[in-house]
């Protein structure tokens, strides 16, 4: 069984920068795509960032410019680098992983940026 596990939320001043770590443990074969999604109170979840195991990555819009995300396959781990962070970026982060096939999510982190 394999479990992502993120870590690195917490409260940032506007303008301030936050890093994301996501660890992926268990019995891994294979990594395929990761990502970050988030959810605002109130509204839905969206998709974040993604990069595939070949390095193509993929932003929203409005993160662009400022997000930056990242893996490492050696350690089982994707980053997710925000700097420039506005308010309306506070949210629950959840990455998610194809691990030996399959989507597995994460519990969620919390970032909330203070104005």
């Known amino acids: 069984q394999v479990q992502l596990v993120e870590s690195g939320g917490g409260l940032v001043q506007a303008g301030g920068s936050r890093k994301l770590s996501c660890a992926a443990s268990?019995?891994?074969?294979?990594?395929?795509?990761l990502g970050w999604y988030r959810q605002a109170p109130g509204k839905q979840r969206e998709m974040v960032a993604t990069i595939t195991n070949g390095g193509r990555t993929n932003y929203v819009d409005s993160v662009k410019g400022r997000f930056t995300i990242s893996r490492d396959d050696a350690k089982n781990t994707a980053y997710l680098q925000m700097n420039s962070l506005k308010p309306e970026d506070t949210a629950v982060y959840y990455c998610?992983?194809?691990?030996?096939?399959?989507?597995?999510w994460g519990q969620g982190t919390q970032v909330t940026v203070s104005s």
């Open positions: 998610y992983a194809v691990l030996n096939g399959r989507v597995s």
């Open positions: 268990g019995t891994i074969f294979s990594i395929g795509m």
